[in-house]
C-alpha cells in the first residue's frame, strides 16, 4: 500500500491533525484515566515512553500504508484525544477507533472528529466500508457511532488484538458508500 500523509482537517472547532511530539505530555496525562485503559488497547499504568513508542509505531503505519493515528485537538489547538484509521485491506474497508480526554468527553468532539477522519478516508483512501467496534458496554462510544452516521449491524465481535480477557462483546457499527 501507499504510504499515508497524515492530514490536517477541521469543521471549526474541531481539528483533527498530525501527531506532534509536543502531545506527548498530553497523551501521557490523558492515557492515565481508567476509562481509557478499559475500553482500549492502551497499558496502565502509561508511560512517557508508552507515548513514544505510539507515535513511533504509528509515524511507521503511515508510512508502509497501513494506517494514520491523529491528533484531536479544538480550534485552539488544546489536546482532547486521539483518532486512527487502521486494519485497511487494500479493498476500500478500514476501522476507526478513538479516545478522548475526560476534559473533552460530552460536547460532540468525538463525533466531530469520526466525521472528519470518515469522509477524509473515503475521499482520500477510497475506504467504502468503514468500521467502529465499540465494546458492547461502552455507551457512549456507541453513541458516537451513531451520532457520526455508522449503522449498528447487531453483530457482536472478537477483535484478537485486544489484551487478553477483552477480546470478545464488541458492537458492530458500519458506514458504507458505493
Do not use: K
Request: hydrophobic share 40%; net charge neutral; charged share 25%.
Amino acid at each position: 500500500m501507499s504510504a499515508i500523509v497524515p492530514p490536517t482537517l477541521t469543521d471549526g472547532p474541531v481539528v483533527v491533525r498530525p501527531m506532534r511530539e509536543a502531545d506527548i505530555p498530553a497523551v501521557v496525562a490523558a492515557c492515565r484515566d481508567p476509562e481509557i485503559s478499559r475500553w482500549t488497547r492502551v497499558p496502565s499504568p502509561y508511560t512517557r515512553e508508552d507515548a513514544e513508542r505510539f507515535l513511533a509505531i504509528s509515524a511507521t503505519e503511515a508510512r508502509a500504508g497501513q494506517g494514520v493515528a491523529l491528533t484531536v485537538a479544538d480550534d485552539a489547538d488544546r489536546f482532547a484525544g486521539t483518532i486512527g484509521i487502521m486494519e485497511l485491506d487494500g479493498r476500500g474497508y478500514g476501522e476507526i477507533g478513538y479516545w478522548i480526554a475526560a476534559e473533552a468527553r460530552g460536547r460532540g468532539v468525538a463525533s466531530r472528529a469520526v466525521v472528519l477522519l470518515r469522509d477524509w478516508a473515503h475521499a482520500t483512501l477510497g475506504l467504502t466500508t468503514i468500521e467502529i467496534l465499540p465494546h458492547r458496554d461502552n455507551v457512549p462510544s456507541q453513541r458516537v457511532a451513531e451520532r457520526a452516521g455508522f449503522t449498528d449491524t447487531g453483530e457482536i465481535r472478537s477483535i484478537p488484538r485486544m489484551p487478553p480477557g477483552r477480546r470478545s462483546g464488541y458492537r458492530v457499527y458500519v458506514w458504507t458508500r458505493g
